[in-house]
């Protein structure tokens, strides 16, 4: 279980790691809203922990944007905000559970592991993700356009995955490497473009609409061609 934890004040941060640490559970920390943004947007997280007075982006605008780009990691606010006004901000927000500060460390678990296994239950039932008529089932590990069986190795499959992950953000070819094969980038190859036309040959090349975009000098994108 990844964990990322947003939370201002360092030794609660420190202390919330250590904790979830011993349920061999990998933790990251952001120390503001900003900070917690780019972390959500850029890496998977099983689960997000946050606090609501945060600098920069508080709280209960954090969790709006992440819902904004389509980002449904199960959020878990921990605050010392607690009227029912606050908790209606916080659901209203986009969280899936609010815990009061102070609290018992292990209701804390016991939230997170609950809303884990809400999330592992809805995956195993609905792993498919979707753009346009391309369909990526993660069960099966099968692609489909348009009704047809489309036959990938199983980098292609990776890479196609990480894409429809992060749909309407340019991805680099840096977090290509690092993200999808976890190996460092070599600026002096070309690999990463010969795979990404590996791809685009089997997802776009028999379609009128094209799903798969470069973005010169940045990256590669993946759209609906009516996505602005």
């Given at each position: 279980?990844?964990?990322?934890?947003?939370?201002?004040?360092?030794?609660?941060?420190?202390?919330?790691?250590?904790?979830?640490?011993?349920?061999s559970w990998e933790v990251?920390?952001?120390?503001?809203?900003?900070?917690?943004?780019?972390?959500?947007?850029?890496?998977?997280?099983?689960?997000?922990?946050?606090?609501?007075?945060?600098?920069?982006?508080?709280?209960?605008?954090?969790?709006?944007?992440?819902?904004?780009?389509?980002?449904?990691?199960?959020?878990?606010?921990?605050?010392?905000?607690?009227?029912?006004?606050?908790?209606?901000?916080?659901?209203?927000?986009?969280?899936?559970?609010?815990?009061?500060?102070?609290?018992?460390?292990?209701?804390?678990?016991?939230?997170?592991?609950?809303?884990?296994?809400?999330?592992?239950?809805?995956?195993?039932?609905?792993?498919?993700?979707?753009?346009a008529d391309l369909e990526?089932?993660?069960?099966?590990?099968?692609?489909?356009?348009?009704?047809?069986?489309?036959?990938?190795?199983?980098?292609?499959?990776?890479?196609?995955?990480?894409?429809?992950?992060?749909?309407?953000?340019?991805?680099?070819?840096?977090?290509?490497?690092?993200?999808?094969?976890?190996?460092?980038?070599?600026?002096?190859?070309?690999?990463?473009?010969?795979?990404?036309?590996?791809?685009?040959?089997?997802?776009?090349?028999?379609?009128?609409?094209?799903?798969?975009?470069?973005?010169?000098?940045?990256?590669?994108?993946?759209?609906?061609?009516?996505?602005?």
């Amino acid at each position: 279980m990844k964990v990322l934890v947003v939370e201002d004040e360092p030794k609660l941060a420190g202390f919330i790691k250590k904790g979830l640490e011993e349920q061999s559970w990998e933790v990251e920390v952001a120390y503001d809203g900003q900070v917690g943004s780019s972390f959500a947007l850029s890496n998977h997280y099983d689960v997000i922990v946050l606090d609501v007075n945060l600098p920069k982006i508080n709280g209960f605008e954090l969790a709006a944007l992440l819902r904004k780009e389509n980002i449904t990691t199960p959020i878990l606010m921990l605050t010392a905000l607690g009227t029912l006004k606050d908790k209606i901000n916080g659901f209203d927000s986009g969280a899936d559970d609010y815990l009061v500060k102070p609290f018992e460390f292990q209701e804390l678990i016991i939230r997170l592991r609950a809303l884990q296994k809400r999330t592992s239950d809805h995956k195993q039932t609905q792993n498919v993700l979707r753009i346009a008529d391309l369909e990526l089932d993660l069960n099966e590990r099968i692609a489909r356009r348009a009704g047809s069986r489309i036959e990938l190795t199983a980098k292609e499959f990776g890479l196609l995955e990480y894409l429809m992950r992060n749909r309407g953000r340019v991805v680099s070819r840096v977090d290509i490497a690092e993200k999808v094969w976890d190996i460092h980038f070599d600026t002096g190859t070309n690999t990463i473009d010969v795979y990404v036309n590996f791809l685009r040959k089997k997802v776009d090349k028999n379609f009128p609409a094209k799903l798969i975009h470069t973005v010169v000098g940045m990256g590669y994108i993946m759209k609906e061609p009516k996505e602005s």
